[in-house]
């Protein structure tokens, strides 16, 4: 058995169930997919078994990627990149109407979620995200506003995307077994009517100047933003005096188009 390396988040989903569940969602047959973070192959050998056109895996242990190149050796339609998801160029990487699977490591799952949100090219080039995240990060994706978990990664995904499905997974289907439940989520790429922004970074960073002063009233935030507040407020109908998760996405999004028009 490979021992998991804390620094990597790893902690390898061995439960037959689960694996069998996140496979069912992703209809692979013949489709190209991605798999990020395979770890010990548990998912790769699901997914092979459901003949997808290509598979493409990124993982960034060393010791890992070759245990999975000898494991998969006789499939000619996969690729496996030893590389920092992070750091990897995906977007250029994937084909047309890919899936995208992943068990994240818990340390970096919303980062990765973030640059999945923020390719250059919208609709992307994938269909469809399967992502498992620890549960506390998935209440702050899923989370709406006026609630204790909303904040920015709901924000961010609710311009882009479109959750479908989700469920939990005990901490018993993972080796090592974690402190912490898990999530599936399922979530599309969509055109966002309420969203005209034409950066998604500024939102990113307007929605983090926001929560970063979380229980405090947004006018300090709007004053560092615009060189009018007021008139600004007025003009959006937002009230100055409310608290950030008192905002909606499409608040949020209104104010980046005023900050954007003014810069």
């Known amino acids: 058995m490979i021992k998991p390396k804390k620094s990597l988040g790893q902690n390898f989903l061995i439960d037959n169930n689960i694996l069998n569940k996140i496979v069912q969602l992703a209809e692979i047959n013949n489709c190209d997919i991605v798999e990020i973070g395979p770890g010990t192959g548990n998912l790769t050998k699901k997914i092979i078994e459901q003949k ?5 895996l990124i993982e960034k242990d060393h010791k890992l990627t070759t245990n999975l190149k000898n494991e998969f050796k006789e499939y000619n339609n996969l690729k496996i990149f030893n ?3 992070l750091k990897f160029d995906l977007e250029e990487k994937i084909k047309k109407n890919s899936i995208i699977i992943g ?3 818990y340390n970096i799952s919303s980062q990765i979620l973030v640059k999945l949100i923020k ?3 919208w609709l992307p080039k994938y269909k469809k995200l399967i992502l498992m995240f620890q ?3 998935a209440d702050k994706i899923i989370a709406k506003y006026n609630s204790s978990h909303y904040g920015r990664l ?5 311009a882009r995307l479109k959750i479908t499905k989700h469920f939990n997974v005990s901490p018993n289907s993972f080796y090592p077994i974690p402190k912490v439940k898990s999530t599936v989520l399922v979530l599309e790429p969509i055109i966002n009517k309420d969203f005209k922004v034409k950066n ?3 939102l990113e960073n307007i929605s983090h100047i926001f929560f970063s002063r979380k229980r405090k009233m947004i006018n300090k935030a709007f004053n560092k933003l615009f060189k009018n507040p007021l008139e600004v407020a007025e003009k959006i109908n937002i009230n100055l005096n409310l608290r950030p998760s008192a905002l909606s996405e499409r608040e949020y999004f209104k104010i980046t188009e005023s900050f954007e028009k003014q810069i």
Do not use: H
């Open 200 to 202: 998604i970074k500024n």
């Open 52 to 56: 997808p056109k290509k598979l493409i």
């Open 135 to 137: 549960k506390e990060v």
């Open 83 to 85: 590389e920092d998801i």
């Open 103 to 105: 068990n994240l490591p």
């Open 154 to 158: 709901s924000i961010l995904t609710a």
């Open 119 to 121: 390719f250059k090219e």
